[in-house]
């Protein structure tokens, strides 16, 4: 080593009142001398030294926000709130597939030479995109951040609705993508979105007494199978799709809301 510090530099930089280009010259140095390393420790001040490594230890800790976050932090979202909506993710590709499906579903029914059958299939399998997305929001078969959460210092129910919504609007919108190709159909386009709602509130009141999943999987399978079990003509079960069904949607969403709120103390996030 050619040079090392005098007291004067030493004291200077660990004061912080050296210029930028002698404390780089220092800092290189120290890397490789343990003599000056000891100098420069000594002449430390114990204060100066906490509050170093108590910025260094808030830098390591702070939390790297993702675009979610950042994004609702900029709409005026509470930090809780945001991080329960990012924390959020875990049924994003099972009901990205059922999404995707739909879509299939709703260009082949504009193709089809069957277009009536095809486009009923699309009602009765576009509302499981919103219902997985339910499912997914929060319950401990699919979210590994399930114990974790149950320990947060908020409400369950605030809980459980913040994630539901976070789940189902990105469904309900993305299912929405199909109106391109169902546009002849007029407002019997969107005839699955009272429908959809109506399933996962449903789920989440059912919720109360048994785990999301379970009640999703009655839900959904009782949505599916009924028409079938019905047999009703295909023309019939879409007049039904313009009229009877929206009417009990309506009601089921209302029912499925208002249980949720009065048995919200039986919202259980059971041990995994």
């Known amino acids: 080593m050619s040079w090392h510090l005098d007291a004067a ?9 050296s210029d930028p280009a002698m404390a780089d010259s220092v800092e290189a140095h120290l890397m490789a001398c343990d003599q000056c390393r000891t100098m420069v420790n000594a002449s430390v001040d114990d204060v100066v030294l906490a509050a170093v490594w108590a910025d260094i230890n808030d830098t390591l800790d702070a939390p ?22 990012a924390a ?41 995109g919103p ?20 320990t947060l210092p908020t409400s369950t129910l605030r809980l459980i609705l913040v994630r539901t919504v976070a789940g189902v ?27 959809a709602l109506a399933l996962a509130l449903v789920a989440l009141a059912l919720s109360t007494w048994i785990d999301v999943e379970r009640a999703a999987l009655i839900v ?7 028409p079938v079990a019905l047999r009703v003509p295909v023309h019939e079960m879409l007049d039904m799709f313009a009229g009877p069904v929206q009417i009990v949607s309506t009601v089921a969403i209302a029912a499925g809301a208002a249980i949720a709120v009065a048995r919200q103390s039986k919202f259980d996030y059971r041990e995994l």
Not at 64 to 82: K, P
Not at 88 to 97: N, Q
Not at 131 to 150: K, M
Not at 171 to 193: E, F, I, N, S
């Open 9 to 17: 530099t030493a004291t200077r930089y660990a004061g912080r009142t």
């Open 64 to 85: 790297r926000l993702g675009w979610v976050e950042r994004a609702l932090h900029a709409a005026g979202c509470s930090d809780a709130t945001s991080r329960i909506v």
């Open 88 to 128: 959020t993710t875990r049924a994003r590709w099972a009901y990205l597939f059922v999404v995707a499906f739909n879509i299939f579903v709703a260009i082949g029914s504009s193709r089809s030479g069957d277009a009536d059958a095809a486009f009923l299939l699309f009602l009765v399998l576009a509302p499981l």
């Open 131 to 150: 219902l997985v997305a339910t499912a997914g929001a929060f319950g401990r078969w699919s979210d590994p951040c399930h114990a974790v959460l149950r």
């Open 169 to 195: 609007v990105p469904a309900v919108v993305l299912t929405a993508a199909t109106l391109p190709w169902l546009t002849d159909r007029g407002w019997l386009a969107v005839g699955w979105l009272l429908p």
């Open 220 to 226: 959904g399978g009782v949505w599916v199978v009924l």
